[in-house]
Nanobody
Framework: QGQLVESGGGLVQPGGSLRLSCTAS????????MSWHRQAPGKERELVAY???????YYDTSVKGRFTISRDDAESTMYLQMNSLKPEDTAVYYC?????????WGQGTQVTVSS
């Protein structure tokens, strides 16, 4: 139930785009709140965005208007489309699955925004 696999990170120039994916195992994905978090060097992990089972979404003010979170319940996969990337978006991005009060984390994927 708890395995999450992220992909899609990499090196991109400022102003560029990336799409992160997070695929979950088990059969509780569709009832879970899914979220993306990130942790930059020397900083605490922070919430970037979340999406509920009813497709309600939340974005941190630092990414609102640039990032889009979505989910495909049939594929048990969540996405984060990141546009207009800035150097300050550089971090390890983690996906999180919250189900019945339990939280599961992926291994993280590195996103580096640099020229």
């Amino acid at each position: 139930q708890g395995q999450l696999v992220e992909s899609g990170g990499g090196l991109v120039q400022p102003g560029g785009s990336l799409r992160l994916s997070c695929t979950a195992s088990g059969d509780t994905f569709k009832i879970s709140i899914m979220s993306w978090h990130r942790q930059a060097p020397g900083k605490e992990r922070e919430l970037v965005a979340y999406i509920t089972s009813g497709l309600s979404t939340y974005y941190d003010t630092s990414v609102k208007g640039r990032f889009t979170i979505s989910r495909d319940d049939a594929e048990s996969t969540m996405y984060l489309q990141m546009n207009s990337l800035k150097p300050e978006d550089t971090a390890v991005y983690y996906c999180n699955k919250a189900t019945y009060g339990h939280a599961y984390w992926g291994q993280g994927t590195q996103v580096t925004v640099s020229s």
